[in-house]
């Protein structure tokens, strides 16, 4: 299976820590998106890539969270100086650039608990 | 900007009976329109979407949903509900017209109940 993969599945960390997260799309894709997830929430947009440029930015993307997908494929979420309210699922998903119907396809997501 | 609203967070049917779940949008541009599903501690997997070809979309796993844009909704149905199909369901819009901002949004979702 060659779907979108997160690493790690599950990670818990002490308040102030920084943490990672990877993911690796759809071979091809060339559109990667990040998405968050609380309990009870559906996903909220944080930011996108269309190779390695990356074109938006959510409000909700503090200046603690920076993203990077240096060379087109795998990208890194990096949370700094966590904080209790970081706690949720993080979503990564790709999709081919101008697919039919925008159609993205999701990892299985990491979840971070902040303790 | 788009946005979706679903309406009721939890529903409840008997297995075998009809699943309804609202959804509509709000969009300035034609939208493209999905129904998404999600498994406890699961990625969503996309069930069905709407890319302004024919109204009625199937999708998989028996579902199906419609697209009225004079009521600017996309319910999703299923004729007959199985124990299975308990999960949460996520209605989502993206632009069609393949502009910059073309992100695709989500609603809050419904977490479906089947009852025995």
């Known amino acids: 299976d060659t779907g979108v993969s997160q690493d790690p599945r599950h990670k818990i960390t002490k308040r102030g820590q920084n943490v990672t997260f990877r993911c690796d799309p759809i071979s091809e894709h060339n559109r990667l998106y990040w998405y968050r997830q609380t309990l009870g929430q559906g996903p909220e947009f944080l930011t996108y890539f269309q190779n390695e440029a990356q074109l938006e930015k959510s409000r909700l993307l503090s200046d603690r969270f920076s993203a990077e997908r240096p060379k087109g494929s795998f990208s890194t979420l990096e949370i700094q100086r966590t904080e209790q309210g970081d706690s949720a699922m993080y979503l990564c998903?790709?999709?081919?650039?101008?697919?039919?119907?925008?159609?993205?396809?999701f990892g299985e997501g990491s979840w971070l608990t902040v303790v | 900007a788009q946005s979706v609203t679903q309406l009721g967070s939890h529903v409840s049917v008997s297995e075998g009976a009809l699943v309804l779940l609202r959804c509509n949008y709000s969009?300035?541009?034609?939208?493209?329109l999905f129904w998404y599903v999600q498994y406890p501690n699961q990625g969503l997997q996309l069930l069905l979407k709407y890319t302004s070809a024919a109204t009625l979309v199937k999708g998989i796993n028996g579902f199906e949903a419609e697209f009225k844009k004079s009521e600017t909704s996309f319910h999703l149905t299923k004729p007959s509900a199985h124990m299975s199909d308990a999960a949460e369901y996520f209605c989502a819009v993206s632009d069609a017209l393949g502009n910059r901002d073309d992100k695709i949004i989500f609603g809050k979702g419904t977490r479906l109940h089947i009852l025995p």
């Open positions: 969009s300035s541009v034609p939208p493209y």
């Open positions: 998903a790709s999709s081919p650039f101008r697919s039919s119907g925008n159609t993205i396809y």
